[in-house]
């Protein structure tokens, strides 16, 4: 297992000023703090409680409290508007691509895990390609076996959508 830093909260300085704060802000967000919560459980197909129990270790973060978000809607800058909302945390993007791959694996044919070098752009379970493809859930995980990249997330089992997609078009 890799061992990476604990989770690092990076602080915004502290200013009585709404202006100043949200220029931190912003400052932040074009540095690369642009991955919410959300995003990334959407990607992993997780709850977002799951995120704040599972990703512990080795990205950078910031929160935005409200305070936070009385000075972003005030003078923040409109390209970032969309992260203004969020009341969790707001990842480092890089920082989180390095975590997703250091705990990203493939399963090979005999159960043994070879660390993943790169990652699909979308990945999807054998419960969500049953119900996205209206057939049980034995039917895709049968079609899948040995046709299609098995990859671990975080101990979770995925496959790329684009693999699953073009196995399952054709039945």
């Known amino acids: 297992m890799i061992r990476n830093d604990p989770p690092e909260l990076v602080k915004i300085t502290s200013s009585h000023?709404?202006?100043?704060?949200?220029?931190?802000?912003?400052?932040?967000?074009?540095?690369?703090?642009?991955v919410?919560?959300?995003e990334i459980s959407n990607y992993l197909g997780v709850?977002?409680?799951?995120?704040?129990?599972?990703?512990?270790?080795?990205?950078?973060?910031?929160?935005i409290n409200a305070v936070a978000r009385r000075a972003l809607a005030?003078?923040?800058?409109?390209?970032f508007s969309k992260l203004y909302t969020y009341k969790k945390k707001i990842f480092h993007r890089k920082a989180w691509q390095t975590h997703l791959i250091q705990h990203s694996f493939i399963e090979n044919e005999d159960g043994s895990?070879?660390?993943?070098?790169?990652?699909?752009?979308?990945?999807?379970?054998?419960?969500e390609a049953a119900v996205k493809?209206?057939?049980t859930r034995k039917t895709v995980y049968?079609?899948?076996?040995?046709?299609?990249?098995?990859?671990?997330?975080?101990?979770?089992?995925?496959?790329?959508t684009k693999e699953v997609?073009?196995?399952?078009?054709?039945?």
């Open 47 to 63: 709850s977002e409680l799951w995120i704040t129990r599972h990703l512990k270790e080795g990205i950078k973060y910031l929160i």
């Open 36 to 38: 919410s919560t959300e």
């Open 142 to 160: 049968n079609l899948l076996q040995g046709r299609a990249t098995k990859y671990v997330v975080y101990g979770l089992k995925k496959y790329s």
């Open 133 to 135: 493809y209206n057939v």
């Open 113 to 127: 895990l070879t660390a993943a070098k790169k990652l699909p752009t979308s990945l999807i379970t054998c419960t």
């Open 17 to 34: 000023s709404l202006e100043v704060i949200a220029r931190d802000y912003n400052t932040a967000f074009s540095e690369g703090f642009d």
């Open 74 to 79: 005030k003078h923040g800058d409109k390209r």
């Open 165 to 171: 997609e073009l196995l399952l078009i054709d039945m």
